[in-house]
């Protein structure tokens, strides 16, 4: 099936640090999906984007969709200790099924 | 508005025993997912529904798990028998259409098997 490389599986950081991660494929995507999801929680989407190349913020957080539309990124400026959670990417063709990677963990130091 | 309600949020069941959670999606909302999240994986879709019929089944292990949506509102996913790897949190999730329609997950149903 279909497989998400998600990295890195863990991050820490200290508060005030930018943060990125990436999401990759062998497949191409025309949906890309970044959610978070806190501890006890279910996912809570973050950003959406539709067409490759495609750029878009939401706050501090910006997401890219890749221009050969096996990848994605997310970056978070200037962290703060609410922050903490797992980030996962998710991707779709069309009508299919969401794909998940398997989740980036964010650690932040005081 | 009103959220993805499920329950119950923890069940500690033996092995080969049964075991049923419940999912009442956002009012409105056609399609109704439900993932199995093990812990240190994302989700993994299992079944989806688009109103009370199945759109795709392809992961659900159909030997021990059911899933049904009568009335194409709320829904239940059972698991007979259990077993030791069905350990997880079961996640169920709706959303207004599909393509671009977002998807809103519930708080999910955390099953441990003992």
């Known amino acids: 099936g279909q497989q998400l490389n998600q990295s890195p599986q863990s991050m820490f950081i200290q508060e005030g640090e930018d943060v990125s991660m990436n999401c990759t494929s062998s497949s191409i995507f025309n949906t890309w999906l970044w959610y978070k999801q806190e501890p006890g929680e279910g996912p809570v989407l973050l950003i959406a984007?539709?067409?490759?190349?495609e750029l878009t913020s939401n706050g501090r957080l910006t997401a890219q969709f890749g221009i050969t539309r096996k990848d994605s990124f997310l970056n978070i400026s200037a962290s703060i200790p609410s922050d903490v959670g797992i980030y996962f990417c998710a991707a779709r063709f069309g009508n299919e099924k969401l794909t998940f990677g398997t989740g980036t963990r964010l650690t932040i130091i005081p | 508005e009103a959220g993805v309600a499920q329950s119950p949020r923890y069940k500690i069941i033996e092995k080969r025993q049964s075991v049923a959670f419940w999912c009442n999606p956002i009012s409105g909302h056609a399609t109704l997912y439900w993932y199995q999240q093990i812990l240190g994986q994302g989700p993994k879709l299992l079944i989806q529904?688009?109103?009370?019929?199945?759109?795709?089944d392809s992961q659900l292990p159909k030997d021990r798990f059911s899933a049904e949506r009568l009335k194409g509102v709320d829904s239940t996913l059972k698991i007979q028998p259990a077993k030791l790897e069905d350990s997880a949190v079961y996640l169920c999730?709706?959303?207004?259409?599909?393509?671009?329609?977002?998807?809103?997950f519930g708080e999910g149903s955390w099953l441990t098997v003992v």
């Open positions: 999730a709706s959303s207004a259409g599909q393509a671009r329609n977002t998807i809103y």
């Open positions: 529904f688009q109103n009370n019929g199945v759109v795709d």
């Open positions: 984007l539709y067409k490759a190349g």
